[in-house]
């Protein structure tokens, strides 16, 4: 079955680069964003990763953009 991929090649291969400079779990980083604790990867890192993931609007558009997708 076909995936649907929702960041661009350049914009998926950043996030790579990204995830193994930073050198924790992605579901690390996503609870300490959650949780508000930004002090193990700074200001700058922490803009640097808002810029590379899709908005909502991107997420609506790739997984709901298909014919046939629920709204």
């Not at 661009?8 to 400079?21: D, I, M």
């Not at 700074?42 to 709901?64: D, N, Q």
Request: charged share 25%.
């Amino acid at each position: 079955a076909p995936q649907a991929a929702l960041l661009e090649p350049k914009r998926s291969l950043a996030l790579g680069v990204f995830l193994k400079q930073v050198k924790r779990p992605v579901r690390q980083i996503v609870r300490d964003i959650q949780e508000g604790v930004g002090a193990p990867y700074g200001a700058e890192k922490l803009l640097e990763l808002s810029r590379m993931l899709p908005g909502a609007a991107e997420v609506r558009a790739g997984v709901g953009g298909r014919p046939g997708s629920p709204p």
